[in-house]
Structures are given as C-alpha cells and as structure tokens.
C-alpha cells in the first residue's frame, strides 16, 4: 500500500516565508500603482475642466469662472475650500462669484477629499472671451491646481503629487519632474525661475 504524499511542516514553513517576503516587496508597489492611477485620473479631469471652462468663455464670448463650492454639493454660491468641490459657470458680471440671478451655471464636481487635496491659490479663476484669464499675477508664481493624494507617508504624498499649470495665454498643461529628483514641479515664472515643489498648500 503505498502512502500517501504530503508536505512536510519544514516544507510548509518555508513556502509561508516565501509568500510572505512576496507580499512585503509587492503590497506596496501596489499601493503605488494603485495612488498613481489615482492622482492621474483627478488630474485629468481637473484638465478637462480648465479647458471647458476656458472654451465656454470663448464660444459664448463672456467670462467663464470656476470655484470652490460652499459646502459639499451645494453649489448655490463659491466657498473657500476646493477640497469640497467646484462648480464651472457663466459669469455675467465677472465677479468670479456665482450668483444665481446674474450667472449660469455650467457643471459641478464633488468633493476630492476621499482621494487628496486640491489645492488653489486664489478663491476662483476667470478666463475672458479672448481665452485669456482675468486673475492677477501671483508675484512670480503661475496658477496651478495641485493634487496631493492621502498617505501617512510624507516621502508618497511628495513622490505622487501633480499638478495642472496654466500659463500666461491661459492654457492648461501637467507638471513634470524637472530636476529628475523623482518629485513634480512647476517653474516660477519671475527673472531667477525656480524650480517649485508641489505641496498644496
């Protein structure tokens, strides 16, 4: 009678110490992966919001704004705080407020906060009929939407945070790693430009 075939516990022991040195090296790429899909979505669509927003003041040759909800999904006027959304709309007396009298509103996005931070350096943004935009000039700095995304590690949040800049015509394009250091930046755009780190705050 021949007996039966099994594995012994050293057997067993070592192919637990090997699954589990796989899953050490492989949890985390994943989870970087994973952040990385997630910074690049929320960036493409702030993008595509940019650019909406900066064609619908051309095609309908008015002032097109976008800014801050008040709170989550209340977008009866502009707030403070990107991280609780955004709304995109018609500014007819190009304020940069909204106003549901005067303004028309164009399309609302819920809140980020489950992802990252958003991050702004003025309450609004206004682009003008030509394309252009109406926000004063940042003391050297360009306007940008940062995304940072959520981690208790400080070196994840630098190392998968990005931006959307928008240059001096009013077009919208994606940070990138400028001095190869494994972190997105943005240039100033002063005399001495700089290198600058995204952070959002």
């Not at 989550?72 to 909204?98: I, K, P, Q, T």
């Not at 030509?130 to 050297?140: F, H, I, K, V």
Request: glycine share 6%.
């Amino acid at each position: 009678m021949q007996a039966n075939k099994g594995f012994t516990l050293l057997e067993l022991m070592v192919v637990i110490a090997i699954m589990g040195v796989a899953l050490a090296i492989g949890i985390p790429s994943m989870q970087d992966a994973m952040r990385d899909s997630i910074v690049k979505e929320q960036i493409l669509r702030i993008s595509k919001d940019v650019i909406a927003t900066r064609n619908h003041a051309i095609n309908y040759e008015t002032t097109a704004s976008i800014c801050p909800l008040a709170a989550r999904n209340d977008s009866s006027e502009c707030g403070n705080d990107w991280n609780e959304g955004y709304m995109v709309f018609l500014d007819g007396n190009a304020d940069g407020a909204f106003t549901q009298d005067n303004d028309k509103l164009l399309f609302v996005r819920n809140e980020l906060v489950e992802f990252g931070n958003l991050f702004f350096p003025a309450t609004s943004f206004s682009y003008t009929m030509d394309g252009t935009y109406s926000n004063q000039e940042l003391n050297g700095l360009p306007y940008r939407f940062e995304f940072c995304p959520h981690s208790t590690n400080a070196n994840n949040v630098a190392n998968h945070s990005r931006a959307v800049i928008i240059n001096l015509g009013g077009r919208p394009r994606s940070s990138a790693d400028i001095n190869d250091d494994g972190k997105h930046e943005f240039w100033s755009n002063g005399m001495t430009a700089q290198a600058q780190d995204i952070d959002c705050v």
